[in-house]
């Protein structure tokens, strides 16, 4: 079975940073876009990056474009957030999510979840 597992989530103070991993297995790593959202109680998810092998290009959301940087790492399986100064408004649950090749189909319709993992960023 495919599973997408999430680690690094915590909590930090504002302006601080925190890697999240996502660790996936079960699928052809290469094949797949796998990136992130985000859900912040009360507020709708939130497609936050993405990552494909076709061209190993970012996709963020505006919101987090020049704090946030997606990563891949194929002899890992393992896809990186790396989230710096980061706010308040960042709290939220973090999901790890692929879909087949395209970010435009992980960010529409991912395939696969991961269970999520709380980042807490304190004033």
């Known amino acids: 079975d495919v599973q997408l597992v999430e680690s690094g989530g915590g909590l930090v103070q504002a302006g601080g940073s925190l890697r999240l991993s996502c660790l996936a297995s079960?699928?052809?790593?290469?094949?797949?876009?796998i990136g992130w959202f985000r859900q912040a109680p009360g507020k709708e998810r939130e497609w936050v990056a993405c990552i494909e092998d076709g061209d190993g290009t970012q996709h963020k959301a505006g919101s987090v474009q020049d704090r946030f940087t997606i990563t891949a790492d194929s002899a890992k399986n393992t896809v990186y957030l790396q989230m710096n100064n980061l706010k308040p408004e960042d709290t939220a649950v973090y999901s790890c999510a692929a879909a087949l090749y395209h970010c435009a189909a992980q960010a529409g319709r991912p395939e696969y979840w991961g269970e999520g993992i709380r980042v807490t960023v304190s004033s």
């Open positions: 079960g699928l052809r790593f290469d094949d797949y876009a």
